[in-house]
């Protein structure tokens, strides 16, 4: 699995587990609304500060997102 691919399923892991849908967890994180999508996709190249910044929406730390296994 790639980085991009782990990165993503964690944020879709954390988000469903928020409750959140793709939209909200952009409002919260402070991107556009598709960006979201596009990430959990491994569709986009995501930046450490965006990485920062939908981890404090998700209220995890960012190093979770990089983590195979959840809880």
Known sequence: MSILQTIGDGIRHYRKKAGLSQEELADLAGVHR?????????????????????????????????????D
């Open 34 to 70: 598709t960006y979201i999508g596009a990430v959990e996709r491994a569709e986009k190249n995501v930046s450490a500060l965006s990485i920062a910044k939908i981890a404090k929406a998700l209220k995890v730390r960012p190093e979770k997102l990089f983590m195979e296994k959840r």
